[in-house]
């Protein structure tokens, strides 16, 4: 899998937009880009993944550069619940992927 | 709808003393399941996954085994503990036509 970088932490004020970078300078063709997140003491739930396109849920929105080299993923309103850990990471659309998570990012929303 | 079950979500055993920890799939058949753990303050480690019955695959060097014994079962194990092997152990699935990874709810170890 390619290797992702994102910065260690980030503090967002609570109702505004998250914005959490990602770098994926290596990514392949066939490599998907994921981010799950992690509330303290509770399993990684997933939050979103795209190819190429912006996507876009009830949770977030996701921004990859058009060299796909980077994405970004938003927060439209952030609340205290949205304080955890974000990881983004790349898997290939094969049936044997392994899950490799990064450190991620430590988000605090802040009253 | 799939479900994972991992139990116990606490545990305390001492040093030298062995370990299961069990993890089930409800809703799907030949998941991708995988262990994980995550030591105080740090990421999540991969320790194995399997992508079928009796077909294990170790990412590290390390005290623990894993088993699946069927194909919705998922179990973790060692001999003998070590003051090391504390940590928040996790159990996740994945489906071959979907990337997105399920995780079950943990199970912390404290081992004293």
């Known amino acids: 899998d390619a290797k992702t970088t994102q910065p260690t932490s980030m503090d967002c004020a609570e109702g505004r937009a998250a914005n959490l970078p990602c770098n994926h300078s290596t990514i392949s063709g066939n490599e998907y880009v994921y981010w799950y997140r992690q509330i303290h003491s509770q399993g990684p739930q997933y939050i979103i993944h795209?190819?190429?396109n912006n996507e876009t849920n009830e949770m977030a929105s996701l921004i990859i550069t058009e060299d796909r080299k980077s994405s970004t993923l938003i927060l439209p309103h952030a609340t205290l619940r949205d304080t955890a850990v974000y990881y983004c990471?790349?898997?290939?659309?094969?049936?044997?992927?392994?899950?490799?998570f990064g450190p991620g990012t430590s988000l605090s929303v802040i009253p | 709808s799939q479900t994972i079950h991992q139990w116990p979500a606490t545990l305390v055993q001492p040093v030298g003393s062995p370990l299961s920890l069990e993890c089930t799939v409800e809703?799907?058949?030949?998941?991708?399941l995988y262990w994980y753990r995550q030591a105080a303050g740090r990421g999540l480690q991969l320790l194995f996954y399997?992508?079928?019955?009796?077909?294990i695959s170790s990412e590290v060097p390390q005290n623990l085994s894993a088993s699946r014994p069927q194909d919705r079962q998922f179990i973790l194990s060692s001999k003998k503990l070590l003051l090391s092997d504390s940590g928040f152990y996790l159990c996740?699935?994945?489906?071959?036509?979907?990337?997105?990874?399920?995780f079950g709810q943990g199970t912390r170890l404290t081992v004293v």
């Open positions: 795209g190819l190429k």
């Open positions: 809703g799907t058949s030949n998941p991708n």
């Open positions: 399997s992508v079928g019955i009796g077909q």
């Open positions: 996740a699935w994945k489906s071959r036509v979907r990337t997105e990874a399920f």
């Open positions: 990471i790349v898997i290939s659309q094969t049936s044997y992927d392994k899950v490799i």
